[in-house]
């Protein structure tokens, strides 16, 4: 089951958001201080969700549901408030990208040719574009892609930027803890 739970005072409250068959894995959680952004893999039905609560109410969407997508999600926002999802197909071993913008999903692939993406962190700057920190299995390298300053600022492939404040935590295996990154 996803289940949410906030301290209110000295009180702990805890909701279950979704609890049809095995879901609330790969969890990546964000928002501001009135909606919660949550995105997480429905391991039953094989599909990417995004649960978000506005003004007290919980809503879940479905975002992709081709390719098993999901085992691996990233969330992210700027200023703008816009949640970016970074996460993996498991199906084409690439890491795709869904912004919402102007109330309305759009979707691309960051990353193909390999085993691309599994673990990825992301985080959106005060430019409001994101920037993913990812790992390539196939090469055996940390990669990163930057938006490219479009309207949506899609990902792309670029060298590693010099230090500034961006910290991204990543898992490159399964068994070990995340890997902190500050760029």
Same mark, same amino acid.
């Given at each position: 089951?996803?289940?949410?739970? *906030? ?6 409250? %805890?909701?279950?958001? @979704?609890?049809?068959? @095995?879901?609330? #894995?790969?969890? &990546? ?23 978000? #609560? ?11 549901? &081709? ?12 200023? +703008?408030?816009?949640?970016?999802? %970074?996460?993996? &197909? +498991? ?6 990208? +869904? /912004?919402?913008? %102007? ?6 692939? !960051? %990353? ?17 574009? =994101?920037?993913?920190?990812?790992? @390539? ?12 300053? &479009?309207?949506?600022?899609?990902? *792309?492939?670029? =060298?590693?930027? =010099? #230090? ?9 295996? =399964? ?5 902190? !990154? /500050?760029?």
């Amino acid at each position: 089951d996803l289940k949410f739970a *906030e301290q209110i005072g000295n009180q702990w409250t %805890a909701v279950t958001i @979704d609890s049809v068959g @095995d879901v609330g #894995r790969y969890t &990546s959680i964000g928002g501001d201080f009135q909606n919660v952004w949550i995105s997480y893999y429905d391991v039953t039905n094989k599909k990417l969700k995004f649960a978000e #609560r506005r003004n007290g109410i919980w809503m879940v969407t479905t975002l992709d549901s &081709s390719g098993d997508p999901g085992p691996g999600t990233a969330l992210s926002s700027g200023p +703008a408030l816009r949640p970016a999802i %970074a996460y993996y &197909s +498991a199906l084409t071993q690439d890491l795709r990208y +869904a /912004e919402r913008f %102007a109330g309305t999903w759009l979707y691309s692939t !960051i %990353a193909t040719g390999g085993n691309i993406g599994r673990y990825c962190g992301i985080a959106t700057g005060l430019d409001d574009l =994101p920037n993913v920190l990812y790992y @390539d299995e196939t090469q055996g390298k940390l990669r990163f892609s930057h938006g490219t300053g &479009s309207t949506t600022g899609v990902p *792309e492939p670029a =060298p590693l930027p =010099p #230090r500034r404040s961006l910290t991204l935590l990543v898992r490159t295996n =399964p068994t070990r803890s995340p890997v902190m !990154i /500050e760029l």
